[in-house]
Structure formats: structure tokens, C-alpha cells
């Protein structure tokens, strides 16, 4: 999925989704519930998702979801310098006066996502982010929740640290959040054969990464 394509149609995005684009691809997805997508990724997360061609494969596919069984990485540039790997376990739900946004709720769904140092830039860190869940927003949610906000999350961001003119400017400017659903892996709903894809990183976040590493010191973990 492209950066800029909306997976489902809503207010203001009734045409031109990716749930369009199936359709004209695959016209009998007329018949599978949102035209077989199984799960969604967020306006301006680019990367892997999953579809089903029936309504078969699209229930066992659910399952696996609900069953925390499918695996997910994303790739998230974050603010700040993180220092060490970890879990954010927090539950997840609508934030309580911005009902638009989600935040960590006692009232919330149980939420748990697990990050690894990739690489650390001055003001920022390149994440690995695995989901045991899928709640809406989670990473986003959960990596604000510790200090540490998407670059160029329009939502949940927070401005950078002290990085100097040059970096600060660089991370400012990045127009989406920098997010990129890079792998996926899941058993085949009939063969229950455990396949998986990769997603080469996308050309905007990839451009950013590289104006990074020359304008910053850049550390790559052990």
C-alpha cells in the first residue's frame, strides 16, 4: 500500500481507496465483506496488508488475527533517542475529549507492542515495531505514550528536541508519519503453510533515512 492510499472509503475518501481498487481489480469481491481486506493501515502508513479472495479465507485470516498468530513488523522513525529495546504493554481506546484520537485508557483494549533499537540518529531512532495486537493507532498511541512520537505524525507528533537548525528542519518537514508495515507472515488459510512478505522501505522514508545519516551522527545496533 502506497503512503497516500486510504484502505477503506469514509468521509471525504469515497473514491480512489484501495477497497475501490480491488474491486475493479476483482470484481467477486463484491460478495467478501470489505472486499476481503482483512485488516486496515492507517491514511499515510505505507507497507503490507492482507487480503482475502472468499469469505473462507478472509474468517480463518481473522482468526489468526484475533489469535495474535500473524506476524507484523513495522519500521517507525521516532523522536528522541531510545536507548534500549522494550514492550509497551498499555490498553488502547478512544481518547475520553478528542474522540477522533485513541489514547492508553484504563478503559481500553489490552494493547502490547515490542520495539527494537535498528538504527539512532541525532534527535531520532529508527524502530522495529512488532504487534502481539492490532488496535487502531497502536503504535502511534503506544510510542507517544512513552515519550517518543512518530516523525511527521500529524495526530499524535511532538516537535524535536534539541537536534540543531538543520536536523530539527529535516524532521519537521517529513509530510506523513514515518511508518512503513515492512513485514508480514501468516499461515495459509487452506495449506497452513506459514508464508511471509517484506516491503522494500519506500522511497520518501528511504530519502529521509539517507539525509539523515549525512547530516547526523547515526549509530546502527548491535
Not at 502508513?45 to 485470516?61: D, H, M, P, R, Y
Request: glycine share 10%; aromatic share 4%.
Amino acid at each position: 500500500k502506497p503512503a497516500g492510499l486510504v484502505t477503506h472509503p469514509g468521509n471525504g475518501n469515497w473514491q480512489g481507496t484501495l477497497l475501490n481498487a480491488l474491486l475493479h481489480h476483482a470484481p467477486q469481491l463484491l460478495n467478501v465483506p470489505r472486499a476481503g481486506i482483512v485488516h486496515r493501515l492507517d491514511k499515510n502508513t505505507s507497507g503490507l496488508l492482507v487480503v482475502a479472495k472468499t469469505i473462507e479465507a478472509q474468517t480463518n485470516l481473522v482468526r489468526q488475527l484475533q489469535q495474535h498468530t500473524v506476524k507484523r513488523d513495522y519500521l517507525a522513525l521516532v523522536l528522541g533517542e531510545v536507548k534500549q529495546d522494550g514492550i509497551v504493554d498499555a490498553p488502547i481506546g478512544r481518547h475520553p475529549i478528542h474522540r477522533t484520537k485513541m489514547a492508553v485508557t484504563t478503559k481500553g483494549k489490552p494493547a502490547r507492542t515490542h520495539y527494537r533499537v535498528i538504527e539512532t540518529f541525532t534527535g531520532c531512532t529508527l524502530l522495529q515495531c512488532s504487534l502481539e495486537t492490532g488496535r487502531t493507532h497502536q503504535i502511534r498511541v503506544h510510542m507517544n505514550s512513552i515519550g517518543h512520537s512518530l516523525v511527521g505524525d500529524p495526530v499524535y507528533g511532538g516537535k524535536p528536541g534539541k537536534t540543531g537548525q538543520v536536523i530539527g528542519q529535516i524532521l519537521i518537514s517529513f509530510p506523513r508519519q514515518a511508518l512503513h508495515a515492512q513485514k508480514l507472515a501468516l499461515a495459509h488459510p487452506q495449506t497452513e503453510q506459514i508464508l511471509g512478505w517484506e516491503a522494500d522501505v519506500p522511497e520518501d522514508l528511504n530519502n529521509l533515512l539517507q539525509v539523515l545519516r549525512q547530516h547526523s551522527r547515526s549509530y546502527i545496533a548491535e
